[in-house]
């Protein structure tokens, strides 16, 4: 038999506890506001202003017709331009999604009623990104070619030329979403794990109060965090080389990069999350409180980072945040070593960024636990 008076106490002196604690009232009212606001106008699937490139060979009247109804459709962020070199740069970066060849007969096709050959090539690497996009410009293409036939029916003498569009699908020609889903859950597992282990053991010791005897002893701040940071480094490291093992013998993910590279940008990035992990500790004092905060932290940056729906359906702002993000740059990264076999030294943004972030979590997080270390544990 239930005793409701106890039941009622005890529902009482949990409520009080919970008022009491002020960074738990602000994560309750803040954290779902910000979520809403934040996700609700960030994610979509359908991907619009998607990086464009197109390479005009015929600059003519006609090409410039059809760059213009692509502009006006929304859904492409065109730059022209007429040598290939630099556009297959940043099209193997990532930097560009869709590379559009305007053939030098072109204009000659629509009117001579001859055929031509538009060269559409994607970046297949998350086929959902290009979906929309290239319905669209299947759709304009046709649509184009129609129109300035009947405009020019006098020169062209009432015929009109079939421009046939190619696809050419590069990294990932199957559009299997695994490839581009799989590395991108290796980033989110060691954006995780490594953070949530080191918070919470630190946590854990403050409550038990080991933590003021490790204190009392003599041992400084810096020895304390980096002999607790250092396994956590390592349990990742570990966690990397099964994540990769289990990824390219089982699932069929493609290693076309350097290991030892990958090896690398994971430990900058690991050592980044174990860095971010002990100095929440600074601002928290329980581990509900930890939980709560690195959950707010990863559902926003899984959700920003381009990982749930494409980078470029988030509008501007949305954009601006996730690159903020190191989550953001760490997938690019290993998307770009283990799908498309790019080099370190071809995505030293992404890298400066994790560096950046690095370095800046290492000083603001070195005066708070001084601080903290110095007032009491």
């Known amino acids: 038999m239930i005793n409701l008076k106890i039941l009622l106490a005890l529902v009482q002196k949990e409520i009080r506890e919970i008022i009491r ?10 954290m779902p506001i910000i979520n809403l606001v934040v996700m609700g106008y960030s994610v979509n699937l359908d991907a619009r202003n998607v990086t464009t490139i197109v390479i005009d060979h015929d600059n003519s009247l006609f090409s410039r017709s059809l760059i213009s109804a692509m502009n006006n459709s ?11 070199i630099v556009a297959r740069r940043k099209f193997s970066l990532g930097l560009v999604k869709i590379l559009v060849h305007i053939p030098n007969d072109y204009s000659k096709g629509i009117i001579t009623d001859s055929n031509s050959d538009i060269l559409v090539e994607t970046d297949a690497t998350d086929p959902s990104t290009t979906a929309n996009a290239l319905q669209t410009l299947q759709y304009l293409i046709e649509n184009t070619e129609y129109r300035d036939s009947y405009n020019y029916s006098s020169i062209a003498n009432d015929s009109s030329g079939k421009t046939n569009v190619v696809f050419r699908k590069w990294f990932n020609p199957k559009g299997d979403s695994q490839i581009n889903i799989v590395p991108g859950l290796m980033g989110i597992i060691l954006s995780i794990m490594p953070m949530l282990m080191v918070c919470l053991s630190i946590v854990r010791e403050r409550e038990r109060g080991t933590l003021q005897h490790i204190r009392g002893s003599g041992v400084s701040p810096f020895v304390y965090l980096s002999g607790k940071a250092i396994p956590y480094v390592m349990i990742g490291l570990l966690q990397l080389n099964l994540m990769l093992g289990i990824s390219v013998t089982f699932l069929d993910i493609p290693m076309k990069g350097s290991y030892s590279e990958l090896l690398a940008v994971s430990s900058l990035f690991i050592l980044l999350s174990v860095v971010i992990g002990v100095s929440v500790t600074t601002v928290i004092t329980n581990q509900l409180q930890a939980m709560q905060l690195l959950s707010f932290y990863f559902l926003f940056s899984n959700m920003l980072s381009g990982f749930l729906s494409p980078f470029e359906a988030m509008p501007q702002w949305s954009q601006w945040l996730g690159n903020l993000i190191p989550l953001t740059h760490f997938m690019r990264v290993i998307r770009g070593i283990m799908v498309k076999g790019n080099s370190i030294t071809l995505m030293g943004n992404e890298l400066l960024h994790l560096v950046s972030v690095l370095l800046s979590v290492i000083i603001i997080g070195y005066f708070l636990i001084n601080r903290r270390w110095a007032k009491n544990t």
């Open 74 to 84: 929304g859904y492409f962020n065109i730059s022209v331009v007429h040598e290939e």
């Open 21 to 30: 604690d002020r960074v738990i009232i602000l994560m309750i009212l803040m």
